[in-house]
């Protein structure tokens, strides 16, 4: 069967200007940029843009393209290679069946060894990223996977179906490509076979496309932690990313109004005793990075499933037992600071005791918060860190100044 192409290589955009590697190149780059590139180039350079693409990567690329020159590519293709990108794109993008490569190598169970090798030489060059070829029956039904390694290692004679893994588990091709991700890294996979409802061999999937869905999600994790919506990209347009942003913003600034009605109420106390107004920043910026600390531990953990009931309590205990080593730490340093600077014990104990309580609430927060949200279907690493925020500023300055009312007025 064939083989796919050699893996994808970005080499800077001017080459892409001068018409070289173009199709490895247009995979590469993002949605926006690849579709400004798509209108400036001409039916003939599209279509000999994806003569050398890996089909999953042309799966891809013919999303982009007007239905016009998406015709023309296919008639471009093979009659074979035009049924294998048929069955790529019947699949969503986002799941195994839209992440496969249809190119794959699979024997039968009764040929020896030897006749496979002489099958691979024939061939010449093997599918990027393949530790296995794949063994099916007369109908492609799969029946296991015969690595490299025993190909190399055991006797020629021996036939495929005494040295197989009959035991590997495939893919099935509506599996999200999350889950994908997830297989790779618990199973420790670098290649993985594809297959229909009925056991059907299909493609497969390799390490490099599973690494392609982990950065996808890295990115978005990173836009969600700064309150930018998933779909926003850094050469979206002014006015719509302006507005995608503006709903956070929007809701960052209520929480700080929020915040400064809580440092309202002890306007008196602040009219008295200067002092606190200049030291209350550091107890709420304390318990902000703290509680951060939290919820990005939290976010990860529930993402990869790291986070159980079983384990949640542990992970409380331990929660809070770090706040209360880091906090008692800090009020000392933060109450012997104050001490030097304003010769006060009275507004160093309590910044102290403030420091500590705050830290305390926050990893509290920090832990009840993405659990919380996560019930309520709620994204907890978008809206985590603005409600934490809002927590921790709260209740370090209601500590805080209501301390300062308590002792000092």
Same mark, same amino acid.
């Given at each position: ?75 471009? #293709? ?15 993008? /986002? ?77 099935? =091709? %509506?599996?999200?490509? %999350? ?41 978005? /994790? ?9 779909? /926003? ?12 942003? =503006?709903? !956070? ?8 109004? #929020? ?16 002092? #606190?107004?200049? #030291? ?28 159980? /009931? ?19 730490? !800090? ?13 006060? !014990? ?64």
């Amino acid at each position: 069967m064939p083989s796919s192409g050699p893996a994808s290589v970005f080499p800077p955009l001017e080459r892409v200007l001068e018409g070289e590697d173009q199709g490895e190149v247009l995979v590469e780059l993002s949605d926006d940029v690849r579709a400004g590139l798509v209108e400036g180039m001409d039916t003939h350079e599209l279509v000999a843009a994806t003569q050398d693409m890996d089909l999953d990567d042309l799966a891809d690329f013919v999303a982009d393209l007007p239905e016009a020159v998406t015709n023309q590519v296919l008639r471009s #293709l093979s009659q074979q290679d035009r049924e294998r990108l048929s069955a790529v794109l019947s699949y969503p993008e /986002d799941s195994a069946g839209g992440l496969m490569n249809p190119d794959t190598i699979s024997v039968r169970p009764d040929v020896t060894l030897e006749v496979v090798i002489r099958y691979l030489r024939m061939l010449g060059e093997m599918p990027d990223k393949t530790d296995a070829i794949f063994v099916v029956d007369r109908n492609d039904m799969l029946l296991g996977a015969l690595y490299v390694s025993r190909i190399l290692t055991r006797d020629p004679e021996s036939t495929v179906a005494e040295v197989m893994d009959a035991g590997f588990q495939p893919i099935l =091709a %509506t599996m999200p490509d %999350t889950e994908v991700a997830k297989e790779f890294q618990d199973r420790d996979l670098v290649s993985a076979p594809v297959v229909d409802g009925q056991g059907r061999l299909l493609g497969q999937i390799t390490v490099d496309d599973v690494v392609d869905v982990i950065q996808e999600q890295a990115d978005e /994790d990173l836009r969600r932690m700064a309150g930018l919506p998933e779909e /926003d990209d850094m050469f979206a347009p002014v006015f719509t990313s302006a507005r995608r942003r =503006a709903i !956070w913003l929007g809701i960052n600034l209520a929480t700080a109004f #929020l915040a400064s009605a809580v440092v309202g109420i002890f306007q008196p106390t602040l009219n008295q005793v200067v002092v #606190l107004a200049v #030291l209350m920043p550091i107890v709420a910026s304390m318990g902000g990075i703290a509680g951060s600390q939290v919820v990005t531990l939290m976010v990860r953990g529930l993402a990869l499933g790291r986070v159980q /009931d079983s384990n949640a309590r542990w992970l409380l205990a331990k929660e809070v037992g770090v706040a209360l080593i880091n906090g008692a730490a !800090w009020a000392v340093v933060v109450a012997l600071g104050t001490v030097a600077f304003f010769a006060d !014990w009275q507004v160093g104990l309590i910044i102290g005791a403030a420091l500590m309580i705050n830290l305390l609430v926050a990893a509290l927060a920090g832990f009840a918060v993405p659990l919380a949200l996560t019930k309520l279907r709620i994204d907890p690493a978008l809206a985590g860190t603005v409600v934490l925020t809002t927590v921790t500023d709260c209740v370090g300055f209601a500590v805080f100044l209501g301390l300062g009312t308590l002792f000092l007025t």
